[in-house]
């Protein structure tokens, strides 16, 4: 099994120590209240396609040991990585893992934080890589294979039982992109550009998964709302066309709520389509978490149907659960 690299090596690693010290640093920030918004996963992956933000929220970490054990780990196979590979190689490494696990966490799950899913990376690598590179001959013994085992199975436990959400898909992506990339580089003939083509469609999936098909596949219930608040800023700018299609796709998410359905009544009404919006309506007012302002509007709006064929009912978006309000130039 490797040992640590002593720090006074410090100077020969610049990646792998940056990366550490950004770590420290960033993890300081948020626990004593700064404001960190910026390494965090959000809907901005997917509604402005920040996916550097994959690669900021690797550095916080929730605690002491979370922090500890990502940068022991870290550093260990960091600092063999950069020494084989070289500094501008072992980064882009880097960036890749961090893409990749960070990006699957947020397509199906909440998003995450911390070195883990890089960290996983790293060890899938080697543990390839030990087998078939002289050059890491003994960087990963059976112990630690067990260990990260054990550990990635504990926390899939933990998660499920509501103990401690853990970013379990960051770690299994981390590792089948290690092991990919192992395979990548030690590989002969179909070997190295299967797994080659292999890691390239994963990425793929990964990147479509976390953009484009985000509203469709995320698991989590944070996905709704954030189609909510990107078509109720499309309706405060007056983009009328797409926030219906955004709202269009909120109310189809799982466990939409009457909300969703509610402002999509208010995105058509905008648009001139008072049919659709007495449609809305009326299915918001009917659903178990409904209230009256939702009833009054579908009663309303039936009411002014039923008076004219040109009106205009006046109304305003409901804020989505947790976000701050939203103007949508409705009335008050």
């Known amino acids: 099994m490797l040992r640590p690299t002593s720090l006074k090596e410090i100077p020969h690693y610049p990646v792998t120590a940056s990366v550490s010290v950004a770590a420290i640093a960033v993890t300081i920030m948020w626990w004593t209240g700064q404001n960190v918004d ?14 550097w933000r994959a690669l900021s929220s690797t550095l916080p970490h929730v605690n002491f040991f979370h922090l500890a054990f990502n940068l022991y780990w870290f550093w260990i196979f960091g600092t063999l990585m950069e020494r084989v590979f070289g500094h501008f190689r072992f980064a882009g490494l880097i960036v890749l893992l961090a893409l990749g ?5 947020f ?28 050059r890491f001959h003994d ?31 960051a770690h299994g992506v981390g590792a089948v992109m290690g092991a990919l990339l192992g395979l990548a580089i030690s590989g002969k ?13 994963l990425l793929v999936f990964i990147l479509a998964g976390a953009t484009i098909f985000w509203p469709y596949i995320n698991l989590s219930g944070h996905a709704e709302p954030e189609v909510e608040r990107a078509a109720l800023d499309a309706l405060d700018q007056g983009k009328i066309t797409p926030a219906v299609k955004l709202l269009t796709t909120a109310t189809t998410m799982r466990h939409a709520p009457a909300r969703a359905w509610y402002n999509l009544g208010i995105a058509y009404e905008k648009a001139g389509k008072f049919a659709e919006a007495s449609t809305a309506f009326t299915h918001a007012s009917q659903m178990p978490d409904s209230d009256s302002e939702m009833d009054q509007a579908a009663q309303n709006v039936k009411k002014l149907l039923n008076q004219s064929d040109s009106f205009r009912f006046p109304g305003q978006a409901a804020e989505t659960n947790n976000l701050p309000p939203t103007d949508t130039g409705t009335n008050k």
């Open 101 to 105: 696990s960070m990006l699957a966490e």
């Open 189 to 201: 003939g179909s070997v190295k550009q299967t797994s080659r083509a292999g890691l390239a469609a």
């Open 139 to 169: 960087a990963v013994d059976e112990q630690t294979s067990r260990m990260f085992i054990g550990w990635f199975v504990l926390c899939i436990v933990l998660t499920v039982i509501n103990v401690m959400p853990v970013a379990n898909i």
């Open 107 to 134: 397509a199906l799950s909440s998003g995450g934080v911390g070195l883990s899913g890089v960290g996983y990376g790293l060890w899938g690598m080697l543990w390839v890589l030990e087998k078939r590179d002289a």
């Open 38 to 51: 910026a390494f965090f996963m959000d809907g901005q992956v997917w509604a402005k396609w920040e996916l």
